[in-house]
C-alpha cells in the first residue's frame, strides 16, 4: 500500500477525530503542491499536533511549521509551504487581543473562553488565552479578533475593556500544584493512579478507554513506561508532568513527583 492518508489512517486506527485531521492536513499538502503556496490549519491542540506532525513525517514532508503567536505556545496553527519559500510569522492568520479590568482576579481561563464560545467562535478560532492579575490576552484569528473587540464588554459579570495588542510580549507562566508518591513502577496505569489518586485497576480503564495521552500523543497501553519530563493527559482530570524520579524504598517501590497544571 502507498503512502497516502488513507494509509496512514488504516495503520494507526484513528478515531473519528483524528480521521476529520488527517484528511483536512492531506488536503492542505495537495493544495500547496497544486498552488505553489502556503496553507493554514486553525489552531490546533497538543494533541492534534503530535498526530499531524507523525503524519507529515509518514508522507515526508518536511517543509512546514507550527506557530501559536508567541514562543512556547500550546495551541499553534500548522502552516504548509513550498519548497521555496518559508512564511514569516507575521504571515499566520492570528491577531492578539487584550482584556483590561479592575476585576480580573475573579475571572479564569474558562471565564475567557466562555464568553469568546458565546459569539460563536470556534475553538479552532481560539489559541491560548493567558491570565493574569489585570486581565488576559487571547490569541485568536482574525475574524474572532474581530469579534471579539468589538462584542465583548464583560466577562462573566465583570467589566471588560477589550482591544487589538499586536507587538506586546507574550509569555505562560504556568502554575502548578505538586504531590509526592511511591509506585510499584514506572508503568502508565501505576503513574496515572498516584496522579489521579484511584486504583490500578481504575487507572488501567481509563488508559484503555483512549482517555489518557502521553507527550500529547493517545496511547492506550497500560504497561507503557513513562520517565521524567513527561507529560501526562487525563481527559476530564487535567495535564501532570513527571518531574522527577527518586530512588526506591525498602520494599522497592519508585518515589516520584508529580506535578499539575492549575
Do not use: W
Amino acid at each position: 500500500m502507498g503512502r497516502d492518508k488513507n494509509s496512514f489512517i488504516a495503520a494507526n486506527r484513528l478515531d473519528g477525530d483524528g480521521k476529520l485531521l488527517v484528511s483536512r492536513i492531506g488536503d492542505m499538502l495537495a493544495v500547496c503542491e497544486r498552488s505553489f503556496t502556503p496553507c493554514f490549519s486553525g489552531f490546533l491542540s497538543e494533541g492534534e499536533q503530535a498526530l499531524a506532525e507523525e503524519f507529515l513525517s509518514y508522507m515526508g514532508a518536511k517543509e512546514y511549521e507550527l506557530f501559536g503567536g508567541y514562543e512556547g505556545a500550546m495551541r499553534r496553527i500548522l502552516c504548509i509551504y513550498p519548497e521555496y519559500m518559508q512564511p514569516e510569522h507575521g504571515d499566520f492568520p492570528l491577531r492578539t487581543v487584550r482584556f483590561d479590568s479592575r476585576g480580573a482576579a475573579s475571572l479564569t481561563h474558562r471565564d475567557y473562553l466562555g464568553s469568546l464560545m458565546a459569539l460563536g467562535i470556534n475553538r479552532n478560532q481560539t489559541g491560548d488565552i493567558l491570565c493574569d492579575e489585570s486581565g488576559a490576552y487571547a490569541v485568536l484569528s482574525p475574524a474572532a479578533a474581530q469579534m471579539a473587540v468589538f462584542d465583548i464588554s464583560k466577562i462573566g459579570r465583570v467589566g471588560v475593556k477589550t482591544r487589538f495588542a499586536e507587538g506586546e510580549a507574550l509569555s505562560r507562566e504556568d502554575k502548578f500544584s505538586e504531590m509526592t508518591a511511591t509506585v510499584a513502577s514506572l508503568r502508565l496505569d501505576c503513574v496515572i493512579s498516584a496522579a489521579l489518586r484511584v486504583s490500578r485497576e481504575k487507572a488501567a480503564a481509563l488508559i484503555r478507554s483512549g482517555s489518557v495521552s502521553v507527550n500529547h500523543g493517545i496511547t492506550e497501553s497500560v504497561s507503557e513506561n513513562v520517565s521524567k519530563g513527561s507529560v501526562l493527559s487525563v481527559r476530564g482530570s487535567g495535564r501532570f508532568i513527571l518531574s522527577e524520579i527518586g530512588g526506591s524504598t525498602k520494599k522497592d517501590r519508585i518515589h516520584i513527583t508529580i506535578k499539575k497544571y492549575l
